[in-house]
């Protein structure tokens, strides 16, 4: 139950009764209708889709990267203070390259006050908003359609898991130089970062690191062979696209799925420049070894078997004649991975986000649930009573307004103190939700958890009413994920405690 104050000063009890139905974690939720029965050919990324990975390996290029900072770009000894803090960022977050300003942004282009960072230290309400004449960044401002901070914007979107190091790092740069009372290039620190970072990937240094302790590394839990096999008993082709080099796809699928895998797979492309092998039509395919030996000689068709570089969409749908919906591919990042194939394509889309797991967890607590479903009688409460009424009641509006403002911090802090959800900013959806919402058609936490449907499943949307549309709907969810919490609010007498 729950206390309201009302009119008269006295606080009434209030009913707050939670059902014992939960968010199922391993459940595929569907932004668009999609029937696996027309699914023929399956595509995978691989980091992050295939292989998961710990958090060591955050740690592992944070410390890295902040070493090339250090020997390479002659940045202060006194960086090597910094670690990596695990639980600091999350995914989908803006970076303001020239005010070095970390924070959230929701999908009708407004920042969420309390998650704007300067270093590791969160910037008052009053100085963003003098910053930002208000709270609203212009498009031209935002990131391009990729996330990147090019041609003239000046806001970068950091959409993959392996952007959190960077997040991190860039972070205690900033703070150091602060606390330092260092005058410095905000836009000279953002590309170093950036520089430093794509060294770790770029140089193979990272690729080395994990190869060499597989165990610490990679995650082995999620199923993927399982799933591999599934599909593959059923018939379906598959094909694997990834920016990551050969030997390392192979050492790492050898460890998860066995020594087998590439019998699995119909076509196998690796560095694929992603997002430019959706867009750019010049770069060939060209076989490599398994030894890394590259031919020279002209590609007619792409063989099972056999591994190709390189390449482009548009060469691969020549040479397959696998077009439209009939393929489905999976991937982490919304913009590189899925954005150019439901938008210029048509294929069918999937989005791996292992976040998921995690915030499905915290709202099934009674906590969460307990605040979700005050916080929305409250609201209610308040936009029925906001004009008119005796100054009494009006006072008791203002308390409201306060309460819930407090509420929507508490409940933005259980997913992450500094930036809260990666779906929500208080009620609105995060820009990271917009994107996921609008580039994948089904989306989950891993693709272990295709493991729960067969292959003539129909995933559905849940149909939301429109805003102008009737409020008496009965509430509609995914399959495998249920409706939940009810606020009784009959006992309380309005006439009398609310002045109606």
């Known amino acids: 139950s729950a206390q309201l104050l009302t009119a008269n000063g006295s606080r009434r009890k209030c009913n707050v009764t939670p059902q014992k139905l939960y968010v199922n974690p391993n459940t595929v939720f569907a932004n668009n209708e999609m029937s696996l029965h027309d699914i023929e050919i399956y595509g995978f990324d691989y980091d992050y889709t295939l292989a998961f990975y710990s958090r060591h390996l955050h740690t592992l290029i944070f410390n890295i990267a902040r070493d090339i900072l250090i020997q390479e770009h002659r940045y202060p000894e ?10 600091f960022v999350v995914r989908g977050l803006h970076y303001d390259v020239q005010k070095a300003l970390l924070m ?32 609203h960044v212009p498009l031209e401002n935002m990131s391009d359609f990729y996330g990147k901070s090019s041609h ?34 905000p836009v000279h620190l953002y590309k170093d970062v950036k520089a430093a970072i794509g060294d770790v990937h770029v140089k193979g240094i990272m690729y080395r690191a994990v190869e060499a302790d ?61 997002p430019g092998f959706f867009n750019d039509r010049r770069k060939p395919f060209r076989r490599v070894t398994d030894k890394g030996v590259l ?26 004649g696998w077009r439209g919906s009939k393929v489905l591919y999976f991937g982490d990042h919304i913009y590189s991975d899925l954005a150019d194939l439901t938008l210029k394509h048509g294929w069918r889309t999937g989005a791996i986000i292992p976040e998921l797991r995690k915030e499905i967890k915290i709202m099934n607590t009674e906590q969460y649930v307990h605040l979700m479903t005050w916080l929305q ?7 029925h009573m906001q004009v008119g009424g005796d100054p009494a009641s009006q006072a008791v509006v203002q308390e409201w307004i306060k309460e819930r403002e407090a509420m929507r911090s508490q409940t933005k802090d259980i997913f992450n103190s500094q930036f809260g959800s990666l779906f929500r900013t208080y009620h609105n959806p995060t820009y990271f939700s917009r994107r996921l919402s609008r580039f994948a058609d089904i989306y989950m936490a891993s693709l272990s958890c295709l493991l729960n449907y067969d292959f003539q499943h129909t995933f559905f949307p849940r149909r939301t009413p429109l805003q102008h549309e009737s ?24 006439n009398h405690s609310l002045h109606i």
């Not at 399959?479 to 309005?494: Q, R």
Request: aromatic share 14%; with cysteine.
């Open 78 to 87: 006194g960086l090597r203070e910094y670690e990596y803090i695990p639980n």
């Open 377 to 383: 009688g409250l609201t209610g409460l308040i936009e």
């Open 214 to 274: 597989m165990e610490n590394y990679i995650s082995y839990g999620e199923q993927t062979h399982a799933v591999l096999n599934k599909l593959y008993e059923d018939g379906k082709k598959m094909f694997l696209i990834t920016n990551s080099p050969f030997d390392f796809v192979d050492r790492g699928m050898i460890y998860i799925v066995g020594k087998d895998w590439r019998d699995l797979f119909d076509i196998v492309i690796v560095q694929a420049d992603k």
């Open 104 to 135: 959230k942004i929701d999908a009708f282009h407004y920042i969420q006050l309390g998650t704007v960072y300067r270093g590791l230290h969160p910037v008052p309400d009053k100085e963003v908003i003098a910053m930002y004449d208000g709270c």
């Open 152 to 185: 003239g914007h000046t806001m970068k979107q950091f959409m993959d898991i392996f952007s959190l190091p960077e997040m991190n790092l860039l972070c205690c740069v900033n703070d150091y130089f602060m606390k330092h009372n260092i005058d410095y290039e």
């Open 471 to 494: 409020p008496f709907w009965p509430e509609q969810t995914s399959a495998g994920a249920l409706k939940i919490w009810v606020l009784d609010m009959a006992d309380l007498d309005f």
């Open 295 to 320: 031919h020279w000689d002209r590609i007619h068709k792409l063989e099972k078997g056999k591994i190709y570089k390189q390449g482009n969409l548009y060469e691969f749908l020549r040479l397959t």
